[in-house]
């Protein structure tokens, strides 16, 4: 289960939620509107790590190295 980085348009709140998947519609924990992905945020691979080679997006990743 991914931890992702969010960001509310509505408010602007920026937050953390942890996910079954990336496809998941998240919830602002602030106002309630659907959040968006926030890729501005520093990657980690499953160790931990900061990955230098995930670009943040999912759909385009061969998975975390």
Do not use: H, W
Not at 17 to 46: F, H, N
Request: glycine share 10%; hydrophobic share 20%.
């Amino acid at each position: 289960m991914p931890f992702l980085q969010y960001k509310c348009e509505t408010c602007g709140k920026k937050f953390d939620e942890l996910v079954k998947s990336y496809l998941d519609e998240v919830k602002c924990p602030t106002c309630g509107t659907i959040a968006l992905r926030d890729y501005s945020g520093e990657m980690y691979s499953s160790t931990g790590k900061t990955s230098k080679k995930c670009s943040g997006n999912c759909k385009t990743c061969g998975g975390c190295r």
